[in-house]
């Protein structure tokens, strides 16, 4: 049954009243939906929300940003960082590599790596993974995660940690959207932090899982923070960014080893400038039997593995 | 029920549903958010950059304690030390120096204190100590088949805080890496290019400098075969309670947690080396 | 020119005047929509508060319930074109006016697209980082940024088409052909490019060997096509029994063989993919192993994907049999077949291509009852939108919603000055 509308705009008060109750438990149920947002501790600031790309920053925008981050930094933790933008070094091309032989999955080079980088605790963040092989494979299907025997190495295994490879494709670089992932010229694939949207197709992207994802608000332990900082790298991430391994930029563009090469206890690690002909790298990519993961996908890492004999 | 009717029942029922789910959302009936647990803190051994060992000649370096290096408190200086041989000519390890006998270690190291009653050694006719069960792979080994049982391949019998190489060059306890060299030429070569054993530093050489650790800091002479080392904690879900990620064929060990299992295993040898600079 | 745009603002003006017009059973419909609504209103601002740890993805199966929405609805939205085709490709009188319905399902589903992406990012606050020109617009290489223009590029034009047609047909005008016939040869590529897109968003990832597929691409688009013209089968019906538009079962028979193709070449399709995966049995079978058998003593997805299979398989016995031409036989039908590829394209996948990861770790995805409550609102928000499309189109379309019913006086001029193409 129709019904006619309402041509003459003509209502009578009990309907006025029930269509105003309406609206208004309705309306009052929406905000009460939004109640949750009482809790919302973190909201970007005007400044921080009209921030630009990293490519389009002026040198001035930049110190006021890293400014405004050690301003922040200090606020949350209790200390104030030291924090810059690194850029890269000129005719330097990183190039890790790591030797399966000496690896014996002790996994130092993981909290290492999470101490140094300020990554989120809890919910954990690591961008290391150590797969324990068995021997006689490279099918990861066989690999085992979270081993935890009192030693290692166990018998009839080796040891293969897996990162970020910075590769030369970069399947997550051709993904991003919003271009907030890219390979600088010294071959590290970074992420501006403050441009990232969170889609997670990076993630989706990546054959060798090495992206991770604030999935919460990260929380890193007040007096473990490294005040070592630099835009790019290692700075503390917020809720909702990607990040990944970015061969501890605020380091190696200082010219110093990254930290899981510093702690691994049998120098499995090896890590330098491929353009330099006397580095450990160059000579390790001359002379010893080196492969790289996944080589058919066709991203051409910067990370390589070989064996000692 | 005429349509006006349920019409203004529709309605008001409406109204009575809205009220509800405002009740319902300020006091969050629809389940609280759980936070993430704190974040439990890494051994500090997890993170550890030192060494596994300090060797001698870093102890002589950094001006140590080498009392235990002081041979000539217990042997007669100028009097050559004869080497306790059993029936098959095998070299038998003596008590004093219990240290060779079970790798680098002391009892205490492993067994605690009020075992120490317990941990009397025994002996066989040779007078050579009996193994206790589950130590075996402790013993004094520098290379297979016991080819280096016999402390004179590396030692000076007559100057015994110098070592002599098989040619019979001498070098003092500071410079034992080349004796090692003696014998592991190419282990060397490799060393020397940075491809074998720990570098730290800087990588560009002209913006600092690059150290790299002698043989000894991980190499116990006596027991060089690298130690197993306890793996730092295995990494956790996002979301927990998942069912653990496929072992090959072999499941994770009984009693490996995350604490990383007990000290029973003796050979469990974990890093506990002072902080590096 | 000036009285030209007020008599269009009163125009839409007037259409919102009309949401809030029905009857009982109207405003209990709308009355749940707003239910679900809310809650899942409220689930967002949880998830918006606390981050996307609130829902049950990880750092291994990093696209969950959200993202197989939003690739099942992006189907459901280019399927408006299969009415578009008959209509003016080959001059289909009967589907003639049914055109406009379904492209309004078009706007509703890319709507919850568009509300599914953005409850699915991390910051949607950056959301203008993807505006060409302002952010940085990663074309043409992202497959991402494609989907961004072709999304609400195809929301743009079925907005543009509907929207014309409707406001012609209330100021009693003919459409100048010149004004919409374009836009919707433009939108019969466009709907196929928008799915296509979509499916290339998988296609694309060689780390993922489970979507690393070209026949993606193509079940994409049957599928799509099986499922969406289901929908509009039942929704049509809908309208034909809550409102009085005519609307022939001979127009639910072409759709019904429009359906009925689409499903076999789906199921073709499948029984390809599934031949490639098992026969070949490579490493790269993983996924499908897990998917269809289980991996590793995981098997969560077992259950799902059969069901969808034996849904699929009885909608197409039931499509195919002379049977399906009674309306009882052919609404069970679409229902079967559109709940079937529902889970054939939601879970069967996109979460099967992150089970095992890259790195051969086996993590399982259950979505949070906050993560439910949020899927669950955006399709009330769908269906809601929807229903007040109808709500306006339907009044409009019958000449009962017109300007000259309406109780205003309209000066001679201004009926014949108003919009393009005149008299």
Not at chain 1, 242 to 271: D, N, W
Not at chain 2, 137 to 143: A, C, I, N, S, Y
Not at chain 3, 53 to 78: C, E, H, K, P, R
Not at chain 3, 296 to 317: D, E, R
């Amino acid at each position: 049954m129709q019904r006619q509308p309402y041509a003459t705009g003509e209502m009578s008060r009990r309907s006025f009243l029930r269509n105003t109750a309406i609206v208004s438990s309705a309306v009052a149920a929406m905000a009460a939906a939004l109640a949750p947002l009482r809790e919302l501790d973190e909201f970007p600031s005007l400044e921080e929300f009209l921030q630009k790309h990293y490519k389009e920053l002026t040198p001035e925008e930049m110190d006021r940003i890293l400014k405004r981050i050690a301003d922040e930094v200090e606020k949350e933790y209790g200390r104030r960082p030291e924090i810059k933008d690194y850029k890269p070094l000129n005719g330097v091309q990183f190039v890790y590599c790591l030797n399966l032989t000496r690896c014996v999955g002790c996994r130092k080079c993981v909290h290492a790596c999470v101490a140094e980088n300020n990554q989120s605790r809890s919910p954990e963040i690591q961008y290391i993974r150590v797969l324990e092989m068995p021997n006689g494979t490279f099918d990861v299907e066989q690999s085992e995660h979270t081993y935890q025997p009192p030693a290692v190495p166990r018998e009839q295994r080796y040891y293969m940690p897996v990162q970020c490879h910075q590769c030369r494709k970069p399947p997550c670089v051709k993904a991003c959207p919003v271009e907030a992932t890219w390979q600088e010229e010294d071959g590290i694939t970074v992420v501006d932090y403050d441009w990232c949207i969170g889609c997670r197709y990076c993630e989706a992207a990546c054959p060798y899982w090495a992206r991770r994802f604030n999935w919460a608000k990260p929380r890193i332990p007040k007096d473990k923070l490294n005040l070592n900082m630099s835009y790019l790298g290692n700075r503390p991430r917020k809720k909702g960014v990607m990040e990944k391994c970015h061969f501890c930029i605020q380091r190696t563009r200082a010219g110093r080893y990254p930290a899981c090469l510093e702690v691994c206890p049998t120098g499995s690690r090896k890590f330098g400038n491929i353009l330099d002909p006397e580095s450990e790298v160059s000579y390790i990519l001359r002379n010893r039997r080196v492969f790289v993961l996944k080589e058919e996908v066709g991203t051409m890492p910067r990370f390589y593995y070989y064996f000692d004999v | 029920m005429t349509a006006e009717t349920k019409e203004s029942v529709v309605l008001t029922a409406m109204i009575l549903v809205f009220v509800a789910l405002y009740g319902v959302f300020v006091e969050d009936l629809t389940g609280r958010v759980r936070t993430p647990p704190p974040p439990e803190p890494t051994p500090a051994w997890a993170t550890n950059t030192g060494t596994v060992r300090i060797s001698a000649a870093e102890v002589i370096a950094t001006d140590g304690d080498t009392s235990m290096m002081e041979c000539y408190v217990c042997h007669t200086e100028g009097e050559r030390q004869p080497l306790k041989l059993d029936s098959e000519g095998r070299v038998i390890l003596v008590v004093e120096h219990s240290d060779l006998i079970f790798g680098k270690k002391r009892c205490l190291t492993c067994h605690d204190e009020s075992e120490e009653a317990s941990l009397e050694l025994e002996y066989d006719d040779d007078g050579r100590v009996i193994l206790p069960k589950g130590h075996e792979d402790l013993v004094l080994r520098h290379g297979e088949y016991g080819r280096n049982n016999n402390c004179y391949n590396c030692h000076n019998p007559d100057k015994l805080d110098e070592l002599v190489t098989r040619q019979g060059k001498k070098y003092p306890l500071s410079e034992s890496t080349m004796l090692c060299v003696s014998c592991h030429g190419p282990t060397y070569r490799d060393w020397l290019r940075g491809l074998h054993g720990r570098t730290s530093g800087y990588w560009n050489r002209e913006m600092g400098e690059a150290r790299r650790e002698p043989c000894a800091a991980c190499h116990d002479p006596h027991h060089p075969e690298f130690p197993h080392l306890r793996p730092a904690p295995a990494p956790r879900r996002l979301h927990g309670g998942q069912p653990q990620a496929f072992a090959g064929a072999h499941r994770r060990e009984a009693g490996g947690d995350g604490d990383g299992g007990s000290d029973e295993n003796h050979s469990a040898q974990t890093a506990e080396e002072p902080e590096e600079g | 020119m000036r009285r030209a745009v007020y008599n269009y603002l009163y125009f839409l003006w007037r259409c919102v005047r009309l949401i809030f017009e029905g009857d009982w059973r109207y405003y209990t419909w709308i009355g749940v929509l707003l239910v679900f609504m809310l809650l899942g209103l409220n689930a967002y601002m949880k998830q918006f508060v606390h981050g996307l740890a609130t829902t049950g993805m990880s750092d291994q199966v990093s696209w969950g319930v959200y993202i197989a929405n939003f690739t099942f609805l992006v189907g459901v939205a280019a399927a408006a074109v299969m009415l578009v085709i008959p209509v003016y490709v080959y001059g289909n009188r009967d589907l003639h006016d049914l055109v406009i319905f379904g492209e309004l399902l078009a706007v509703a589903a890319i709507l919850m697209c568009l509300a599914f992406v953005v409850v699915d990012l991390g910051r949607p606050d950056r959301f203008w980082h993807l505006l060409p020109g302002i952010g940085r617009f990663h074309w043409p290489i992202s497959m991402l940024s494609w989907d961004v223009i072709v999304l609400n590029g195809y929301l743009l034009l079925n907005l543009h088409i509907c929207g014309y047609l409707l406001y012609c047909r209330y100021v009693n005008k003919h459409p100048a052909k010149w004004f919409y016939i374009p836009f919707v040869f433009i939108a019969m590529v466009w709907a196929i490019s928008i799915h296509t897109v979509t499916a290339f968003l998988y296609v694309g990832l060689g780390g993922r060997p489970f979507w690393n597929s070209a026949i993606v691409g193509p079940r994409f688009i049957a599928s799509a096509f099986t499922s969406g013209p289901a929908l509009i089968i039942l929704a049509l019906q809908v309208i034909r029994k809550v409102t009085d538009y005519q609307i022939t079962n001979r127009a639910l028979l072409t759709l019904r063989s429009i359906v009925q193709v689409s499903m076999l070449i789906n199921l073709f399709l499948f029984v390809n993919e599934l031949f490639k995966e098992f026969y070949t049995d490579s490493l790269h079978v993983a996924s499908a192993r897990y998917l269809f058998l289980g991996l590793h003593g995981h098997s969560a997805l077992v259950p799902w994907i059969w069901t969808a299979l034996a849904l699929n398989l009885a909608a197409t016995i039931l499509l195919v049999l002379p049977l399906s031409q009674s309306l009882r036989y052919l609404n069970v039908a679409c229902v079967l077949a559109f709940v079937g590829i529902w889970i054939e394209k939601g879970m069967g996948l996109v979460i099967p291509g992150f089970i095992p990861t890259p790195l051969g770790e086996l993590v399982e995805y259950q979505p949070t009852l906050n993560e439910t409550l949020i899927c669950l609102g955006i399709w009330a928000f769908g269906f809601w939108a929807y229903t007040i499309f109808l709500r306006m189109a339907v009044p409009i379309l019958q000449g009962r919603v017109n300007r000259n019913n309406e109780d205003r006086p309209w000066s001679p001029e201004e009926v014949q000055g108003v919009g393009p193409g005149g008299r």
